[in-house]
């Protein structure tokens, strides 16, 4: 194996005793000792996992197949971080809510991450909308996992749910808009400053329109698994104003407000 190896080759040189015994020991025995060595290493530091508070586990999880057919409203929430190289210091966040069952897209950018910034654009967005913002499904990070976003949603009755840690499936819908819209309309390049962040806001206020009301889109109808073969099937290429318009549980206000 590895230390015959390394023998072979000059970069190590064992007492039969001490090899018999290596070669002898589990792995558990080797983390067990290896543990001081390690911790020295890492300067005392240990890897932080995902915070499993209160809070975190009184958020409903719902994975990428609970969805079904929602009725417009129900919307994935996620940031887009134009940090560029280098998440040091503070950049421009972009804000994004994709709405389930129409594909309806908003963004909107803020000068940091930061948890009151969020509700406070999550408000400007809902007064943009033309349907009622039901629902918020989001990520395990803390800018969303918090009081702030909690009380939020509880007092403006919307429904907030979370995906499973390290599981971006989950959140399928709203990553496909961070590469086909975001990325690919403003890149991977550092953004800072009040003023930048001002002048993304109307990239994307003229962009909102392009998206929901020119922009044709697939959306999935169906997934089957034959063997190891996956087939999907996809609904006719529609906008989504098309797409609400075509819903039956869509207000005729808000019909009127988008016609």
């Known amino acids: 194996g590895l230390i015959d190896a390394m023998e072979r080759h000059g970069h190590l040189q064992l007492e039969r005793t001490i090899k018999d015994s290596l070669l002898s020991m589990s792995a558990a025995t080797m983390d067990r000792l290896l543990a001081a060595v390690r911790d020295t290493a890492r300067q005392g530091r240990r890897r932080s996992g995902i915070n499993n508070t209160a809070l975190r586990k009184s958020i409903a999880v719902r994975t990428f197949a609970d969805w079904n057919d929602p009725a417009p409203g129900f919307f994935e929430m996620d940031m887009v971080l ?82 499973r840690a390290y599981k971006k499936n989950d959140q399928a819908w709203i990553e496909q808009k961070n590469g086909a819209v975001i990325r690919r309309m403003v890149g991977y390049g550092r953004l800072e400053g009040v003023q930048t962040a001002a002048v993304l806001n109307q990239l994307y206020a003229s962009a909102r329109l392009y998206v929901n009301f020119f922009q044709p889109s697939f959306k999935l109808l169906s997934k089957t698994r034959e063997g190891a073969r996956v087939i999907r099937k996809y609904h006719p290429p529609a906008t989504p104003c098309e797409r609400l318009l075509d819903r039956n549980d869509v207000s005729d206000e808000c019909r009127r407000t988008v016609k």
Do not use: P
Request: aromatic share 6%; with cysteine.
């Open 82 to 163: 134009h940090c560029g190289k280098s998440t040091a210091g503070s950049y421009v966040h972009s804000l994004v809510l994709t709405d389930i069952a129409t594909g309806w897209t908003e963004a909107i950018a803020m000068v940091a991450r930061e948890q009151t910034l969020i509700t406070e654009s999550v408000g400007e967005v809902r007064r943009k909308l033309t349907f009622t913002v039901r629902g918020l499904d989001v990520d395990n990070d803390s800018a969303f996992i918090n009081d702030t976003l909690v009380a939020y949603c509880r007092d403006n009755t919307i429904e907030l749910t979370r995906c």
